[in-house]
């Protein structure tokens, strides 16, 4: 095999899986691993692939990579809305409470569930955010009490981040916490680009007295730049695919219960 057909098989099983590794593409491709690596330090030259222990992932998925809300909005569309309804499903019937809402794409798909209730639900809630989108969301629905948490405004995602937000999350305990993530792996947990971001999600997660993560697996085995929280403070991750060997086994250990959408 020419060594185009061999970076054109490497590129499209990372599309597939996200991710390569040497010793198994030697395997299935009969070549040595140091054929493979540099077949990989090539394709990294080219900026096509990012270098990772093992082997390589997308070049988008660095540490420090984040694209604008408008960009992510049609990505996994289907899935995100499968998880926001199976999310939203997780706050009973009746249930009077507090409900958080982190800013993101997939977070957006719950408050769009949550918004469908009857009236009488509704104002049995009060529901906060720092998301521009997801408050214009919420105060759709008259009969709903909206709590927004104010600060710097980032571009990117639309949320409310800096001291001012950090301040407001410190005196708030939400009875249940919606929160994303750019990344989750068994090692390094939540995570996310931006460390003011990373501030405030791990706010929220410490405030909430429980904690439901709802991602899409395109972040599964993920680890972008700044730490948000453990998994052991989690309480439940919602999400569109079962978790490979490492992460489900991370997730047990730590008892995280994993509802697929």
Same mark, same amino acid.
């Given at each position: 095999?020419?060594?185009?057909?061999?970076?054109? %098989?490497? %590129?499209?099983?990372?599309?597939?899986?996200?991710?390569?590794?040497?010793?198994?593409?030697?395997?299935?491709?009969?070549?040595?691993?140091?054929? =493979?690596?540099?077949?990989?330090?090539?394709?990294?030259?080219?900026?096509?692939?990012?270098?990772?222990?093992?082997?390589?992932?997308?070049?988008?998925?660095?540490?420090?990579?984040?694209?604008?809300? *408008?960009?992510?909005?049609?990505?996994?569309?289907?899935?995100?809305?499968?998880?926001?309804?199976?999310?939203?499903?997780? =706050?009973?019937?009746?249930?009077?409470?507090? =409900?958080?809402?982190?800013?993101?794409?997939?977070?957006?798909?719950?408050?769009?569930?949550?918004?469908?209730?009857?009236?009488?639900?509704?104002?049995?809630?009060?529901?906060? !955010?720092? !998301?521009?989108?997801?408050?214009?969301?919420?105060?759709?629905?008259?009969?709903?009490?909206? =709590?927004?948490?104010?600060?710097?405004?980032?571009?990117?995602?639309?949320?409310?981040?800096?001291?001012?937000?950090?301040?407001?999350?410190?005196?708030?305990?939400?009875? %249940?916490?919606?929160?994303?993530?750019?990344?989750?792996?068994?090692?390094?947990? %939540?995570?996310?680009?931006?460390?003011?971001?990373?501030?405030?999600? !791990?706010?929220?997660?410490?405030?909430?007295?429980?904690?439901?993560? *709802?991602?899409?697996? !395109?972040?599964?085995?993920?680890?972008?730049?700044?730490?948000?929280?453990?998994?052991?403070?989690?309480?439940?991750?919602?999400?569109?695919?079962?978790?490979?060997?490492?992460?489900?086994?991370?997730?047990?250990?730590?008892?995280?219960?994993?509802?697929?959408?």
């Amino acid at each position: 095999m020419y060594a185009t057909e061999r970076h054109a %098989l490497i %590129l499209e099983r990372i599309t597939q899986h996200g991710k390569v590794a040497v010793r198994e593409l030697a395997g299935d491709l009969d070549v040595t691993p140091e054929t =493979i690596r540099r077949d990989l330090d090539q394709l990294e030259l080219e900026n096509l692939v990012r270098r990772v222990h093992g082997g390589a992932v997308s070049n988008a998925l660095g540490s420090l990579a984040e694209t604008a809300v *408008a960009e992510r909005q049609p990505l996994n569309h289907d899935a995100k809305v499968r998880i926001g309804e199976v999310a939203e499903r997780l =706050i009973p019937r009746g249930f009077t409470g507090s =409900i958080l809402i982190d800013a993101g794409t997939t977070t957006a798909e719950i408050a769009a569930a949550l918004v469908r209730r009857p009236a009488d639900e509704l104002a049995r809630l009060q529901v906060i !955010s720092n !998301s521009l989108p997801i408050l214009a969301l919420l105060a759709s629905r008259s009969e709903l009490t909206t =709590i927004a948490i104010g600060g710097r405004v980032r571009g990117l995602t639309s949320a409310a981040v800096g001291p001012s937000a950090l301040a407001q999350l410190a005196a708030l305990r939400p009875d %249940l916490a919606f929160v994303g993530t750019n990344g989750i792996s068994a090692e390094f947990g %939540l995570s996310t680009p931006d460390p003011d971001e990373a501030a405030v999600k !791990s706010a929220m997660c410490r405030g909430a007295r429980r904690v439901v993560v *709802a991602v899409d697996a !395109s972040k599964f085995d993920q680890d972008a730049l700044t730490h948000i929280a453990p998994l052991s403070g989690v309480d439940a991750l919602v999400t569109d695919q079962p978790p490979r060997a490492a992460l489900a086994a991370a997730l047990t250990e730590n008892d995280v219960e994993a509802v697929l959408a």
